[in-house]
């Protein structure tokens, strides 16, 4: 069966500094990858996916896949205090309609 | 409108009694999901449908059920509460293969 596991599973981040997560999966021919953050009391919301081996760039937020080590991370540059919330991994099985989704890392970022 | 609804945000149930929770969303989209988180532990899908077809979990096979009566309602049913069924029902929804799906804020079910 397909897992997903993250670490680490809390994390303190000073403010300003890049905050780094890591996740890694089973099965390296899932369709694709995805990270959630959901703030307290707020429903999870999709961060960035990838299908395919390399890095993505969305502002402050990168994120980097390797299929051939199974790993998948997320770095956030120039941390803030709003960036302070669970961040969940998740790889896509059937047929890329379903998501499996790591325990996930509880970051809090210290101002 | 771009959220996904859930009804009750807050559910109390007894023993054995049958609990029966609600989602919508208006996006025409075609995927709708639930999943059941629990403190410390990863989201767990439970069924999703695919139009109307229902794929369900093997593991939670025979304790969910779900009806999706057209696009914008998909149910969660629970026969006969059990305190493990105690958790956090999170619905979503996604507009097509490979798109990430969008989630609602989730119902809090406490079994007493």
């Known amino acids: 069966q397909q897992k997903v596991q993250q670490s680490p599973e809390s994390l303190i981040v000073p403010e300003g500094a890049m905050t780094s997560l890591n996740c890694t999966f089973s099965?390296?021919?899932?369709?694709?990858f995805a990270w959630y953050r959901q703030h307290s009391g707020k429903a999870p919301k999709a961060l960035m996916s990838?299908?395919?081996?390399g890095e993505k760039e969305e502002g402050r937020f990168t994120i980097h896949l390797n299929k051939a080590s199974l790993h998948f991370s997320l770095h956030i540059r120039d941390s803030q205090p709003s960036d302070s919330a669970l961040y969940l991994c998740a790889e896509a099985y059937q047929g890329g309609r379903a998501l499996i989704f790591g325990t996930g890392t509880t970051v809090s970022v210290s101002p | 409108d771009t959220t996904v609804k859930q009804n009750p945000r807050y559910k109390l149930a007894r023993v054995g009694k049958p609990v029966n929770l609600i989602c919508s969303q208006t996006?025409?989209?075609?995927?709708m999901y639930w999943y059941q988180k629990k403190p410390n532990q990863a989201p767990k899908l439970l069924l999703f449908y695919y139009d109307k077809i229902l794929n369900r979990e093997a593991d939670t096979f025979e304790k969910f059920q779900s009806s999706r009566p057209n696009n914008s309602f998909c149910s969660l049913y629970i026969g006969s509460a059990g305190l493990e069924y105690s958790a956090m029902y999170l619905c979503?929804?996604?507009?097509?293969?490979?798109?990430?799906?969008?989630f609602g804020e989730g119902t809090r079910l406490s079994v007493l």
């Open positions: 099965d390296s021919a899932s369709q694709y």
């Open positions: 990838i299908f395919s081996n």
């Open positions: 979503a929804s996604s507009p097509g293969q490979n798109q990430a799906p969008l």
């Open positions: 996006m025409n989209h075609d995927t």
